[in-house]
Protein backbone atom coordinates (compact mmCIF):
# COMPACT_ATOMS: atom_id res chain seq x y z
CA UNK A 1 0.00 0.00 0.00
CA UNK A 2 1.85 3.32 -1.17
CA UNK A 3 1.08 6.55 0.51
CA UNK A 4 -0.67 9.00 -1.26
CA UNK A 5 0.94 12.45 -2.41
CA UNK A 6 -0.60 15.50 -1.62
CA UNK A 7 -0.39 17.88 -4.92
CA UNK A 8 0.47 21.31 -3.78
CA UNK A 9 1.00 20.32 0.06
CA UNK A 10 4.23 21.37 1.80
CA UNK A 11 6.91 19.16 1.24
CA UNK A 12 9.72 18.73 4.74
CA UNK A 13 13.28 18.27 4.89
CA UNK A 14 15.36 17.54 8.37
CA UNK A 15 18.69 18.03 8.83
CA UNK A 16 21.32 18.81 11.13
CA UNK A 17 22.45 21.33 9.17
CA UNK A 18 21.51 25.12 8.76
CA UNK A 19 20.76 25.28 5.41
CA UNK A 20 19.12 27.56 2.36
CA UNK A 21 19.23 25.67 -0.18
CA UNK A 22 18.49 21.67 -0.71
CA UNK A 23 20.86 19.81 -2.94
CA UNK A 24 19.81 17.85 -6.10
CA UNK A 25 19.18 14.48 -4.64
CA UNK A 26 18.38 15.46 -1.01
CA UNK A 27 15.70 13.73 0.24
CA UNK A 28 12.27 15.36 0.91
CA UNK A 29 8.76 13.73 2.79
CA UNK A 30 5.33 15.01 3.14
CA UNK A 31 5.74 13.70 6.61
CA UNK A 32 6.31 16.15 8.83
CA UNK A 33 6.94 13.75 11.43
CA UNK A 34 9.27 11.95 9.60
CA UNK A 35 11.60 14.63 7.84
CA UNK A 36 11.87 16.10 12.28
CA UNK A 37 13.15 12.25 12.78
CA UNK A 38 15.27 12.43 9.80
CA UNK A 39 16.66 15.19 11.51
CA UNK A 40 18.71 13.63 14.47
CA UNK A 41 20.44 11.34 11.67
CA UNK A 42 19.62 8.61 13.12
CA UNK A 43 21.19 5.17 11.63
CA UNK A 44 18.11 3.10 12.71
CA UNK A 45 14.66 4.57 12.15
CA UNK A 46 10.93 2.14 13.00
CA UNK A 47 7.92 3.22 11.87
CA UNK A 48 4.69 1.29 13.82
CA UNK A 49 1.69 -0.29 12.62
CA UNK A 50 0.14 3.02 14.48
CA UNK A 51 2.40 5.17 12.18
CA UNK A 52 4.90 6.10 15.77
CA UNK A 53 8.24 6.94 14.68
CA UNK A 54 11.22 5.36 16.81
CA UNK A 55 14.76 6.12 16.13
CA UNK A 56 18.21 6.08 17.60
CA UNK A 57 19.30 9.75 16.24
CA UNK A 58 20.99 11.87 18.97
CA UNK A 59 22.02 14.92 16.69
CA UNK A 60 19.91 18.52 17.25
CA UNK A 61 18.05 19.07 14.15
CA UNK A 62 16.53 21.61 11.86
CA UNK A 63 12.74 21.14 10.30
CA UNK A 64 12.82 22.86 6.91
CA UNK A 65 10.11 23.23 4.40
CA UNK A 66 10.64 23.91 0.77
CA UNK A 67 10.00 27.39 -0.10
CA UNK A 68 8.76 27.02 -3.73
CA UNK A 69 6.20 25.27 -5.71
CA UNK A 70 7.38 21.33 -6.60
CA UNK A 71 5.88 18.54 -8.16
CA UNK A 72 6.58 14.76 -8.16
CA UNK A 73 8.31 14.25 -12.01
CA UNK A 74 10.12 17.24 -12.85
CA UNK A 75 11.57 18.29 -9.36
CA UNK A 76 10.96 15.40 -6.94
CA UNK A 77 11.31 11.62 -7.52
CA UNK A 78 10.50 8.24 -5.67
CA UNK A 79 13.89 7.45 -3.39
CA UNK A 80 14.60 4.43 -5.83
CA UNK A 81 16.32 2.71 -2.77
CA UNK A 82 14.28 3.43 0.13
CA UNK A 83 13.40 1.17 3.16
CA UNK A 84 10.51 2.94 3.91
CA UNK A 85 7.05 2.71 2.21
CA UNK A 86 6.32 4.09 -1.37
CA UNK A 87 5.31 7.07 -1.18
CA UNK A 88 7.34 8.53 2.24
CA UNK A 89 10.54 9.11 1.04
CA UNK A 90 11.13 11.23 -2.40
CA UNK A 91 14.39 13.09 -4.26
CA UNK A 92 15.03 16.25 -5.51
CA UNK A 93 16.14 16.56 -9.23
CA UNK A 94 16.96 20.26 -8.66
CA UNK A 95 18.38 22.57 -6.20
CA UNK A 96 15.04 23.72 -4.07
CA UNK A 97 15.11 26.89 -1.95
CA UNK A 98 14.38 25.79 1.99
CA UNK A 99 12.56 27.90 4.89
CA UNK A 100 13.55 27.34 8.36
CA UNK A 101 10.56 25.68 10.71
CA UNK A 102 12.68 25.56 13.33
CA UNK A 103 14.71 23.52 15.44
CA UNK A 104 13.37 19.91 16.40
CA UNK A 105 14.08 18.61 20.15
CA UNK A 106 15.53 15.35 20.18
Known amino acids: MSNPITPGGP ?9 RE ?17 SHKPALLCIDDDGRITHNGLQPGFLYVVD ?8 LYQ ?12 LTARPLRLRLLGEVKG
Open 68 to 75: EPVEVGPD
Open 22 to 38: LRAGSTVTQWRELAEAF
Open 11 to 19: WYHGSPLRL
Open 79 to 90: HPHSSLEQGLEF
